[in-house]
């Protein structure tokens, strides 16, 4: 009889650990989930998963019991702890000497400093004084633990830093001033790398942020040069090569309005600008990133379409907004070729609950589509009716 396969822990239950259960059923390769509580989104559709704390190595060693490969839905387990699971003789996919450089900003910018990767002027800041010496507008980040927007201020004044030293204090993290970049828009080079050092590069694609949470991607970037595109896929995986990055690779870039790129921020897991491939490209992001940790041949990331547009989900201030499931019969009807992605997660306004994709040859076209199926599920739209 054939082996049977190996079982993937996977920790962390947010939508990326959802989306990777269903190619990992196509790849018959069972996961086992640690997930943050019962019922959250991934733990609805793996039914093998324990429920604890990412950062109590007795619950991360419990979950990987028997388990070959660990990887992960987001950032934050603790590097000692990734380290205690290496010693247990269990791959760290990505293995924590890469996953730091994503846990913690400052630590970023100065590898990729030493690898000559383009990035905005940057610094540790220790007082306000540090930030009036580095110059007024900056962005000051918490170095580790912000997402979303979260731990971002923008400053122009010493009055402004008060919130984030005060906040960077109580998480105990330190602070990182960024110059604040004259950019034409954001961009996001996402590749894949396997242990053996297989490698593969989706399309760069645009993405628009609204309160510093993605809302748009458009595969490919429209009107972006082929030798800039050509230049941020081999920053990108320059990095993953260099960092020895396991899995996906998102490289959230500036595209300046001189013509530059400048690399922004880091993910080491299936990232919210690959969401199109699950529609728009030959191999998801998400099977890709299983194909990759379990060392397995990487699939084509060649788009299937022209043009692939997708559009986030978010929860809305208007209750009427509660029966997602209720927006189906319009969208789908209106739009038989759309994909929609629900995550199963309660509504709270700003919270990403799922996302549209919406593929085909004509850009306004998709872009029409996908954002009117968003503000339908969002309530934008009331009742409106076609």
């Keep these: 009889m054939p082996s049977p396969a190996p079982t993937l822990a996977v920790i962390g239950g947010g939508q990326l650990a959802r989306m990777m259960a269903a190619p990992a059923n196509e790849l018959g390769l069972p996961l086992r989930l640690l997930a943050e509580g019962e019922g959250v989104s991934a733990a609805q559709v793996i039914p093998d998963h324990l429920v604890g704390d990412y950062r109590d190595l007795a619950m991360l060693r419990r979950v990987t019991a028997g388990c070959p490969v660990v990887t992960f839905d987001h950032e934050h387990v603790p590097t000692e702890h990734l380290h205690a699971l290496e010693e247990d003789g269990i791959a760290v996919r990505p293995g924590p000497h890469a996953l730091v450089h994503a846990q913690d900003k400052a630590v970023m910018r100065e590898r990729l400093a030493e690898l000559g990767v383009p990035c905005p002027r940057n610094a540790v800041v220790h007082t306000v004084s540090d930030v009036e010496a580095f110059g007024f507008p900056c962005v000051l980040k918490t170095t580790r633990g912000g997402y979303d927007g979260k ?230 739209l009331g009742n409106e009716s076609e």
């Design 151 to 380: 731990g971002v201020w923008f400053v122009r004044s010493a009055g402004d830093c008060e919130e984030a030293f005060r906040a960077a204090s109580e998480a105990e993290v330190r602070l990182l001033a960024e110059e604040l970049v004259d950019f034409r828009r954001e961009l996001s080079a996402l590749v894949v790398r396997s242990p053996s050092g297989q490698a593969a590069a989706y399309p760069v694609v645009a993405s628009t942020q609204v309160d510093g949470i993605c809302w748009e991607v458009v595969a490919p970037a429209p009107d972006l040069d082929p030798a800039l595109a050509g230049q941020a896929q081999e920053i990108a995986l320059s990095i993953a090569g260099a960092l020895d990055v396991t899995g996906v690779l998102a490289v959230e870039l500036f595209e300046t309005r001189d013509g530059r790129v400048l690399v922004n921020e880091l993910a080491m897991r299936p990232h919210n600008t690959g969401h199109w491939t699950q529609d728009g490209a030959v191999t998801s992001q998400f099977e890709n990133h299983l194909r990759a940790v379990m060392d397995l041949p990487l699939g084509s990331p060649a788009p299937r379409a022209r043009w692939t547009v997708m559009v986030n989900i978010l929860g809305s201030d208007d209750a009427a907004v509660g029966r997602l499931y209720d927006g189906y019969p319009h969208a789908l009807a209106r739009d038989p070729m759309l994909r929609v992605h629900l995550y199963g997660k309660e509504l709270r306004p700003g919270r990403k609950v799922g996302h549209v994709n919406a593929y085909g040859d004509d850009l306004d076209d998709c872009l029409e589509r996908a954002r009117h199926a968003a503000a339908w599920f969002r309530g934008d």
